[in-house]
């Protein structure tokens, strides 16, 4: 008798699932608005690279999650090239409570494509002609918990 009771709570249970279904580009930009007058100049860029995630639901518990990466060159006053990525991927995502599948969505997925996302810049720079662009890892844990605190803090003001 404890084996059915044992057998039959295993399977009460739900069981929590994550997979990485797909990785793909969902967009994909370069312009180099000066060149081939750019390349005549002295190589001293300032580098600006703004960051955005979003996600969507998707048929059953599947999400697609779009990491967005623009990268802003300049040197000098002059912009020397502007690349952009889209990288997405879809995700299986089962039996998790509201919280971990809200992290799992906001930091681990991206944490999983932004290795895709910055060889795919750089690939690009680099076929552009400009010197390779490697971009420092981004800790996403943090980035997620910054936005649920500013998320608070603007419940908390209208509240």
């Not at 002059?78 to 690349?83: D, G, K, P, Q, T």
């Not at 936005?147 to 603007?154: D, F, N, P, T, V």
Request: aromatic fraction near 8%; charged fraction near 20%; hydrophobic fraction near 45%.
């Amino acid at each position: 008798m404890s084996e059915h009771n044992n057998t039959v709570a295993a399977q009460e249970e739900p069981t929590s699932q994550f997979s990485l279904q797909r990785i793909y580009v969902k967009d994909l930009s370069f312009e180099a608005p000066k060149s081939p007058e750019i390349f005549r100049e002295e190589w001293n860029p300032s580098i600006e690279l703004d960051l955005n995630t979003r996600q969507r639901g998707l048929e059953g518990d599947f999400h697609e999650v779009v990491l967005t990466l623009t990268v802003t060159v300049k040197t000098g006053e002059e912009v020397a090239f502007i690349a952009e990525v889209q990288q997405a991927g879809i995700f299986l995502i089962q039996g998790l409570d509201a919280a971990s599948k809200g992290h799992a969505l906001g930091a681990f997925c991206p944490n999983i494509l932004f290795p895709y996302a910055r060889e795919t810049l750089d690939s690009l720079v680099v076929r552009g002609s400009f010197p390779a662009l490697m971009l420092a890892p981004v800790n996403f844990d943090a980035l997620y918990a910054q936005e649920l605190q500013r998320m608070q803090a603007g419940a908390d003001v209208q509240a």
